[in-house]
């Protein structure tokens, strides 16, 4: 969707006219899937134009990496996104990484350890080179003034755009049928704070966020055409990119998506031999021809692709070499791709994690260099609204 210049009545107008002509249509899941195609594609393009100018030009670039903190960081976390945001911040693209606090209590479960899991991932993203000379670390809660822009972004947005954002019509139905929380169904616009309240210009995220960072967008140009700017050549907001990485998505050990739950995932901070066990009971099938065949062998395909990101490889060649050796040799070569892979970082996560002051630390300094960072954006769109008094 070009970007849109209307105002957010006039856009109102536009998004019932959008939902109407869906209406009328048969297959409006057909729609649907339509459109976000055609946006995946499009954000793709975007992706590889931006991956080009970062080699030439890396400081033009600020990245807002953000994370919930629902449990310690496994191997798809790794293979799919850490390794890539580690990229980006040594290549010198100034980096911020949330510890999405807040938005762990978008529904009514209960959150668990908390206070456990956020140290944790500090410790976890340390562990896999985040740096925090070049990264800030910080967390929703601990940064009141990036809070505060929450209520002049939800008056630039609609009702009916939050009920038909794609990733909270999932939640609701995945939530069985239970009430949804005022905080979940406003939670993208909470997502575009984090986005805004730093300036960040990329965005690296899955598929599944796009319409988050599309509302990201629109919110950043109603500010400026509601509001107005604090300096008149400026606008208080950058419009911000997804940058989609081409990792694939690891499933867990039987197939299905990786959950702690299921006890099927492959933690960064496993030892070799927790992660031997896990591997040996993964779900393989009964061919003992070992092939990458994602469409009719899923669970032996994800296992070899495990293998070569772990090894640096291709699945089909690891296949190959395996050949008639069957799910144990499969096994026996993920355990060692992954167990090889993650030494240094397992042997960091442990010096890392004997050392709480340090951890600690980090992360008080990320929040505080937050907070003057949320400090600053702040007083530029109370200059905007004319809200200094
Ligand atoms: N919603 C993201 C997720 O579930 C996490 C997140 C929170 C995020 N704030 C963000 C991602 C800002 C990108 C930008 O994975």
Redesign the pocket.
């Known amino acids: 969707m070009p970007e849109t210049e209307a105002t957010p009545v006039q856009n109102a107008e536009i998004d019932t006219q959008e939902a109407e002509a869906v209406a009328t249509k048969t297959a409006a899941d057909k729609v649907a899937d339509a459109v976000s195609t055609a946006s995946v594609r499009r954000a793709i393009e975007r992706s590889r134009e931006i991956e080009e100018q970062i080699a030439l030009d890396p400081s033009q670039f600020r990245m ?5 903190p629902t449990g310690n960081l496994h191997v798809g976390h790794y293979f799919g996104t850490l390794i890539n945001w580690v990229g980006l911040q040594n290549r010198g693209v100034e980096t911020w990484t ?1 510890i ?1 606090d807040y ?1 762990v209590i978008t529904d009514r479960d209960g959150v668990g350890p908390l206070k456990e899991r956020v140290y944790g991932l500090v410790t976890d993203y340390l562990a896999c080179g985040i740096d925090p000379e070049k990264t800030t670390i910080f967390t929703h809660s601990a940064v009141p003034a990036l809070n505060q822009l929450m209520i002049p972004f939800l008056s630039l947005v609609t009702e009916s755009e939050l009920n038909r954002n794609p990733t909270v019509k999932a939640e609701l139905e995945a939530s069985g049928g239970r009430a949804l929380s005022g905080l979940l169904l406003t939670y993208p616009v909470h ?1 575009a704070t ?2 805004l309240f730093c300036k960040a210009n990329i ?1 690296p ?1 899955g598929q599944d ?1 796009l319409p ?1 960072i599309e509302l990201t967008r629109q919110i950043a140009s109603r500010f400026d055409r509601r509001y107005g700017r604090a300096e008149k050549d400026n606008p208080v907001f950058r419009r911000p990119d997804a940058l989609l990485s081409e990792a694939p998505l690891i499933l867990g050990t039987d197939g299905e998506k990786m959950a702690k739950s299921r006890g099927n995932t492959i933690e960064i901070g496993f030892t070799a031999d927790e992660t031997a066990q896990v591997l040996k009971k993964a779900k393989t099938d009964s061919d003992r021809v070992i092939t990458y065949d994602p469409v009719n062998r899923p669970e032996v395909s994800n296992l070899l692709m495990l293998a070569a990101l772990a090894s640096g490889g291709d699945p089909e060649t690891i296949a190959a070499e395996i050949g008639g050796g069957g799910g144990g040799k499969l096994k026996a070569v993920v355990t060692e791709a992954v167990n090889e892979a993650l030494a240094p970082v397992r042997a960091r996560r442990q010096e890392l994690a004997a050392d709480t002051t340090y951890i600690h630390e980090v992360l008080a300094a990320g929040n505080e260099k937050a907070n003057e960072e949320a400090n600053r954006t702040l007083g530029e769109v109370r200059q905007a609204m004319q809200m200094i008094y």
């Open positions: 807002l990496t953000g994370a919930r949330l999405a938005q997502q984090d986005i965005v995220v966020q988050h």
